[in-house]
């Protein structure tokens, strides 16, 4: 069934693990994810950034996803990642979107307690959930490598401050994460997780997941996260599965082929990151 994200966070962070949310490009990767969830056993979240919903457009998703949503045996949100600005999120839930993302993260720190207030107080009168985001997550959420230079972490105080004001119903933090593909190993700051945790009784969302170690989610997750995103490594896995097939079999036309292949790789990352974080079998 198709919920939101509510229910499913807070009965994370009582149960100390997280939910998976895993952006979707297309069809294959909507199938691909519920299948994982279904034989998981698992709560998912299924989200799009607005770069996709420029691909397609929100309705496409917001059917692809219903129609996954009700014939599946576990609950189903679907989510509106790095909203970006008060209409996006309107229109996300005017097409169905069962949780949304305000991401003000970019301006200053009373600009976005008022953006993000300006939607929670629309997107909660209607029972969406809001997820807002304080403090830098480095990378470009829709395209391109992580880059390096500034990504400070979320301030503690100022957490305590914009939960109270925003009422935002869970918060991405910057504690080290960056969108996009890692040079090196990244490190998750858990001191300051574990701060931001003392002043701040939310669900916390953790951005730029993939890449990072399966033990420092784990560790996070100790530490008060209760979703975790993944992008780019199903962009990845859906293109290796897609190119191997196409470069054993050059002359092939047919997409459903390639894509396939495409669809287990999707698969195997998604059921394998259910089981570190704590999912599976909680549906
Ligand atoms: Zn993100």
Redesign the pocket.
Known sequence: MLVTTKEMLLDAQAGHYAVGAFNVENLEFVMAVIKAAEDKHSPVIMQTTPGTIKYANLDYFAAMVRVAAESASVPVALHL??GDGFDRCMQALRAGYTSVMIDGSHVPFEENMALTESVTKVAIAMGVPVEAELGK?GGK?DDGPAVKGENPYTDPDEAEEFVNRTKCSSL?VGVGTA?GVYKGTPHIEQGVLKEIRNRVDVPLVL??TSGVPDDQVAEAIKNGICKV?Y?TELRQAFTRGFMGYMAENPNNFDPKKPSKPGMEEIYKVVASHMDNLGSTNKA
């Open positions: 990642d790095h997550v959420e991405a969108h951005h730029g995103n992008a």
